[in-house]
Protein backbone atom coordinates (compact mmCIF):
# COMPACT_ATOMS: atom_id res chain seq x y z
CA UNK A 1 0.00 0.00 0.00
CA UNK A 2 1.29 3.39 -1.15
CA UNK A 3 -0.36 6.58 1.08
CA UNK A 4 0.67 9.97 0.97
CA UNK A 5 0.59 13.03 3.09
CA UNK A 6 0.64 16.30 1.19
CA UNK A 7 0.15 19.74 2.54
CA UNK A 8 0.84 23.00 1.85
CA UNK A 9 3.74 25.22 2.84
CA UNK A 10 1.05 28.17 3.50
CA UNK A 11 1.46 27.94 7.58
CA UNK A 12 2.97 26.02 10.41
CA UNK A 13 1.10 22.44 10.95
CA UNK A 14 -1.68 21.98 12.85
CA UNK A 15 -3.78 18.87 14.63
CA UNK A 16 -5.93 18.69 11.96
CA UNK A 17 -2.50 17.89 9.94
CA UNK A 18 -0.91 15.65 12.42
CA UNK A 19 -4.25 13.18 12.63
CA UNK A 20 -3.92 13.54 8.58
CA UNK A 21 -0.65 12.71 8.81
CA UNK A 22 -1.13 9.79 10.87
CA UNK A 23 -3.84 8.20 9.29
CA UNK A 24 -1.90 7.98 6.56
CA UNK A 25 1.12 7.07 7.87
CA UNK A 26 -0.78 4.00 10.27
CA UNK A 27 -2.24 2.99 6.82
CA UNK A 28 1.30 2.43 5.14
CA UNK A 29 2.68 1.29 7.96
CA UNK A 30 0.34 -1.21 9.24
CA UNK A 31 0.12 -2.40 5.32
CA UNK A 32 4.38 -2.59 5.15
CA UNK A 33 3.69 -0.31 2.40
CA UNK A 34 5.41 2.93 2.09
CA UNK A 35 4.34 6.54 3.02
CA UNK A 36 5.43 9.24 1.08
CA UNK A 37 5.36 13.29 1.44
CA UNK A 38 4.33 16.03 -1.33
CA UNK A 39 4.02 19.45 -0.62
CA UNK A 40 1.80 21.33 -2.70
CA UNK A 41 4.18 24.44 -3.21
CA UNK A 42 2.48 25.57 -6.61
CA UNK A 43 1.22 29.34 -4.54
CA UNK A 44 4.56 30.76 -4.71
CA UNK A 45 2.74 33.86 -3.66
CA UNK A 46 2.11 32.24 -0.35
CA UNK A 47 4.09 29.08 0.47
CA UNK A 48 7.29 30.28 2.71
CA UNK A 49 10.56 27.78 3.06
CA UNK A 50 10.31 28.11 6.45
CA UNK A 51 7.03 26.33 6.49
CA UNK A 52 8.54 23.90 4.54
CA UNK A 53 11.47 23.47 6.87
CA UNK A 54 8.60 23.12 9.87
CA UNK A 55 6.77 20.56 8.40
CA UNK A 56 9.53 18.55 8.13
CA UNK A 57 10.43 19.20 11.73
CA UNK A 58 7.30 18.76 13.25
CA UNK A 59 6.38 15.44 11.33
CA UNK A 60 9.84 13.75 13.04
CA UNK A 61 9.02 15.44 16.29
CA UNK A 62 5.90 13.59 15.80
CA UNK A 63 7.40 10.18 15.02
CA UNK A 64 6.21 9.83 11.16
CA UNK A 65 9.18 8.94 9.34
CA UNK A 66 8.36 8.70 5.71
CA UNK A 67 9.89 6.83 2.59
CA UNK A 68 11.87 8.12 -0.32
CA UNK A 69 12.46 11.94 -1.38
CA UNK A 70 9.75 14.70 -1.16
CA UNK A 71 7.73 15.35 -3.86
CA UNK A 72 7.36 19.21 -4.41
CA UNK A 73 4.39 19.66 -7.44
CA UNK A 74 6.47 23.55 -8.17
CA UNK A 75 8.83 21.19 -9.83
CA UNK A 76 6.32 19.53 -12.24
CA UNK A 77 4.90 21.84 -13.82
CA UNK A 78 5.09 20.58 -17.16
CA UNK A 79 3.81 17.34 -16.09
CA UNK A 80 0.17 19.24 -15.06
CA UNK A 81 0.36 21.47 -18.61
CA UNK A 82 0.59 18.22 -20.70
CA UNK A 83 -2.42 16.74 -18.31
CA UNK A 84 -4.18 19.95 -19.02
CA UNK A 85 -3.56 20.25 -22.92
CA UNK A 86 -4.69 16.01 -23.08
CA UNK A 87 -8.29 17.08 -21.40
CA UNK A 88 -7.84 20.14 -23.98
CA UNK A 89 -7.68 17.84 -26.80
CA UNK A 90 -10.83 15.72 -25.39
CA UNK A 91 -13.10 19.21 -25.57
CA UNK A 92 -13.55 18.92 -21.85
CA UNK A 93 -12.21 21.91 -21.14
CA UNK A 94 -13.25 25.92 -21.90
CA UNK A 95 -11.60 29.23 -21.28
CA UNK A 96 -13.94 31.07 -18.18
CA UNK A 97 -13.49 35.29 -18.39
CA UNK A 98 -15.43 35.90 -15.26
CA UNK A 99 -13.61 37.41 -12.48
CA UNK A 100 -14.66 36.68 -9.61
CA UNK A 101 -16.39 39.47 -8.81
CA UNK A 102 -18.55 38.64 -11.57
CA UNK A 103 -19.17 35.26 -10.73
CA UNK A 104 -20.19 36.49 -7.56
CA UNK A 105 -22.53 38.58 -8.95
CA UNK A 106 -24.37 36.63 -11.12
CA UNK A 107 -24.86 34.19 -8.90
CA UNK A 108 -26.30 36.89 -6.15
CA UNK A 109 -28.56 37.63 -9.36
CA UNK A 110 -29.84 34.62 -9.98
CA UNK A 111 -33.74 33.04 -8.50
CA UNK A 112 -32.21 29.80 -7.95
CA UNK A 113 -28.38 29.39 -8.09
CA UNK A 114 -26.79 25.86 -7.96
CA UNK A 115 -25.08 25.09 -4.58
CA UNK A 116 -21.81 22.74 -4.12
CA UNK A 117 -20.20 21.68 -0.68
CA UNK A 118 -18.58 25.13 -0.52
CA UNK A 119 -20.83 27.28 -1.50
CA UNK A 120 -22.65 28.50 -5.34
CA UNK A 121 -21.36 26.70 -7.79
CA UNK A 122 -19.98 28.32 -11.11
CA UNK A 123 -23.63 29.08 -13.11
CA UNK A 124 -21.91 28.21 -16.58
CA UNK A 125 -21.51 31.26 -17.98
CA UNK A 126 -19.38 31.10 -20.26
CA UNK A 127 -19.38 27.27 -21.13
CA UNK A 128 -21.44 28.42 -24.23
CA UNK A 129 -19.29 30.67 -25.74
CA UNK A 130 -18.11 30.31 -29.71
CA UNK A 131 -15.07 29.26 -30.39
CA UNK A 132 -14.65 32.22 -32.12
CA UNK A 133 -15.19 34.15 -29.61
CA UNK A 134 -13.44 32.48 -27.00
CA UNK A 135 -10.09 32.76 -29.54
CA UNK A 136 -10.91 36.39 -30.05
CA UNK A 137 -11.05 37.36 -26.20
CA UNK A 138 -8.45 35.34 -25.95
CA UNK A 139 -6.18 36.96 -28.44
CA UNK A 140 -7.43 40.58 -27.43
CA UNK A 141 -5.61 39.72 -24.31
CA UNK A 142 -8.32 38.97 -21.68
CA UNK A 143 -7.63 37.45 -19.03
CA UNK A 144 -9.36 33.75 -18.02
CA UNK A 145 -8.90 30.09 -16.56
CA UNK A 146 -9.71 26.80 -17.46
CA UNK A 147 -12.61 25.18 -16.60
CA UNK A 148 -13.68 21.35 -16.68
CA UNK A 149 -17.33 20.88 -18.40
CA UNK A 150 -18.38 18.38 -15.83
CA UNK A 151 -21.75 17.17 -18.60
CA UNK A 152 -19.47 16.89 -21.39
CA UNK A 153 -16.71 14.89 -19.48
CA UNK A 154 -19.51 12.66 -18.26
CA UNK A 155 -20.66 12.45 -21.49
CA UNK A 156 -17.14 10.97 -22.19
CA UNK A 157 -16.27 8.93 -19.43
CA UNK A 158 -20.15 7.63 -18.90
CA UNK A 159 -21.30 6.44 -15.18
CA UNK A 160 -18.20 6.28 -12.95
CA UNK A 161 -18.22 5.20 -9.27
CA UNK A 162 -15.05 5.49 -6.60
CA UNK A 163 -13.87 3.06 -4.26
CA UNK A 164 -14.47 4.17 -0.68
CA UNK A 165 -12.67 2.21 2.41
CA UNK A 166 -15.33 0.06 4.15
CA UNK A 167 -18.10 1.21 1.96
CA UNK A 168 -17.50 -0.05 -1.31
CA UNK A 169 -18.60 1.98 -4.51
CA UNK A 170 -19.79 5.39 -4.18
CA UNK A 171 -21.31 7.35 -7.73
CA UNK A 172 -19.48 9.91 -9.03
CA UNK A 173 -21.76 12.96 -9.43
CA UNK A 174 -20.50 15.60 -12.03
CA UNK A 175 -23.05 18.20 -10.07
CA UNK A 176 -21.59 18.43 -6.98
CA UNK A 177 -19.22 20.43 -7.72
CA UNK A 178 -20.33 22.03 -11.44
CA UNK A 179 -17.86 23.23 -13.66
CA UNK A 180 -14.72 23.23 -11.60
CA UNK A 181 -11.43 25.64 -12.63
CA UNK A 182 -8.45 23.49 -13.67
CA UNK A 183 -5.84 26.43 -14.41
CA UNK A 184 -5.47 29.93 -14.45
CA UNK A 185 -3.25 32.86 -14.75
CA UNK A 186 -1.26 32.82 -11.37
CA UNK A 187 -2.13 28.85 -11.02
CA UNK A 188 -0.64 26.63 -13.52
CA UNK A 189 -2.43 23.92 -12.08
CA UNK A 190 -5.64 23.88 -9.19
CA UNK A 191 -5.65 21.69 -6.79
CA UNK A 192 -8.01 19.09 -8.53
CA UNK A 193 -5.43 18.44 -11.40
CA UNK A 194 -2.77 18.23 -9.92
CA UNK A 195 -3.47 16.34 -7.33
CA UNK A 196 -4.61 13.42 -9.54
CA UNK A 197 -1.57 14.07 -11.59
CA UNK A 198 1.04 13.24 -8.21
CA UNK A 199 -1.21 10.58 -7.22
CA UNK A 200 -1.19 8.39 -10.59
CA UNK A 201 2.72 9.58 -10.74
CA UNK A 202 3.88 8.41 -7.27
CA UNK A 203 1.72 5.58 -7.52
CA UNK A 204 -0.47 6.14 -4.71
CA UNK A 205 -2.67 3.12 -4.04
CA UNK A 206 -4.76 5.08 -0.95
CA UNK A 207 -5.23 8.30 -0.58
CA UNK A 208 -6.40 9.17 2.87
CA UNK A 209 -8.00 12.75 3.50
CA UNK A 210 -10.48 14.54 5.73
CA UNK A 211 -13.99 14.74 5.43
CA UNK A 212 -14.15 18.28 4.18
CA UNK A 213 -12.67 16.95 0.88
CA UNK A 214 -14.81 14.15 0.06
CA UNK A 215 -16.78 15.98 -2.44
CA UNK A 216 -13.84 16.59 -4.76
CA UNK A 217 -13.16 12.86 -5.09
CA UNK A 218 -15.89 13.09 -7.85
CA UNK A 219 -14.06 15.43 -9.31
CA UNK A 220 -11.10 13.83 -9.26
CA UNK A 221 -12.22 10.35 -10.46
CA UNK A 222 -13.92 12.23 -13.82
CA UNK A 223 -10.00 13.65 -14.01
CA UNK A 224 -8.60 9.93 -13.63
CA UNK A 225 -10.83 8.16 -16.18
CA UNK A 226 -10.24 10.53 -18.81
CA UNK A 227 -6.71 11.57 -18.39
CA UNK A 228 -6.59 6.85 -18.29
CA UNK A 229 -4.61 7.38 -14.90
CA UNK A 230 -4.88 4.52 -12.46
CA UNK A 231 -7.89 4.44 -9.73
CA UNK A 232 -6.42 4.59 -5.72
CA UNK A 233 -9.31 3.54 -2.79
CA UNK A 234 -10.31 6.47 -0.71
CA UNK A 235 -10.70 6.73 2.93
CA UNK A 236 -11.92 9.87 4.12
CA UNK A 237 -11.34 10.55 7.99
CA UNK A 238 -13.27 12.62 10.86
CA UNK A 239 -11.58 16.21 11.29
CA UNK A 240 -10.30 17.41 13.98
CA UNK A 241 -12.19 20.36 15.37
CA UNK A 242 -12.01 22.83 17.91
CA UNK A 243 -14.23 23.84 21.08
CA UNK A 244 -17.30 25.38 18.85
CA UNK A 245 -17.13 22.43 16.18
CA UNK A 246 -14.92 24.61 13.56
CA UNK A 247 -12.31 22.65 11.42
CA UNK A 248 -9.01 23.73 12.36
CA UNK A 249 -7.44 26.10 9.55
CA UNK A 250 -3.33 27.02 9.07
CA UNK A 251 -3.91 30.42 10.81
CA UNK A 252 -5.75 28.50 14.17
CA UNK A 253 -2.27 29.36 15.79
CA UNK A 254 -3.26 28.20 19.09
CA UNK A 255 -3.53 24.61 17.67
CA UNK A 256 -0.42 24.50 15.88
CA UNK A 257 2.07 21.58 16.59
CA UNK A 258 4.82 24.23 17.13
CA UNK A 259 3.08 25.68 19.52
CA UNK A 260 2.55 22.59 21.84
CA UNK A 261 5.86 21.98 21.32
CA UNK A 262 7.00 25.29 22.35
CA UNK A 263 4.64 24.58 25.48
CA UNK A 264 6.82 21.67 26.52
CA UNK A 265 4.24 18.97 25.72
CA UNK A 266 5.87 15.66 24.48
CA UNK A 267 4.72 14.06 21.15
CA UNK A 268 1.87 11.38 23.26
CA UNK A 269 0.49 14.61 24.44
CA UNK A 270 0.16 16.03 21.01
CA UNK A 271 -1.49 12.70 20.00
CA UNK A 272 -3.63 12.86 23.29
CA UNK A 273 -5.34 16.08 21.74
CA UNK A 274 -6.18 14.42 18.53
CA UNK A 275 -7.92 11.34 20.06
CA UNK A 276 -5.28 8.82 19.04
CA UNK A 277 -2.37 7.25 20.84
CA UNK A 278 0.53 7.98 17.78
CA UNK A 279 2.60 5.78 16.34
CA UNK A 280 2.84 4.19 19.56
CA UNK A 281 -1.01 2.69 18.38
CA UNK A 282 -0.03 1.56 15.48
CA UNK A 283 -3.28 0.43 13.56
CA UNK A 284 -5.71 1.74 15.66
CA UNK A 285 -8.04 3.90 14.34
CA UNK A 286 -6.46 3.70 10.84
CA UNK A 287 -8.91 4.10 8.18
CA UNK A 288 -11.46 6.04 10.99
Known sequence: MICRFAPSPTGYLHLGHAYSAWIGWASARASGGTFLLRLDDIDAARCRPEYESAIMEDLTWLGLDRDGPVRRQSEHLAAYAAALDRLEALGVVYPCFCSRKEIRAEVAAMPSAPHGPDGPLYPGTCRGLD?????????????????????????????????????GPIPVDPAVNGDVMLARKDAPASYHLSVVVDDAEQGVTLVTR???????????????????????????????????????????????????????????????????NGPAGLGAGAAD
Open 131 to 167: AATRAARIAAGEPYSLRLDAAEAMRRTGPLTWSEASQ
Open 210 to 276: GDDLRHATHVHRILQALLTLPEPTYAHHRLITDESGTRLAKRADAFAIRHYREAGESPAQVWARCGV
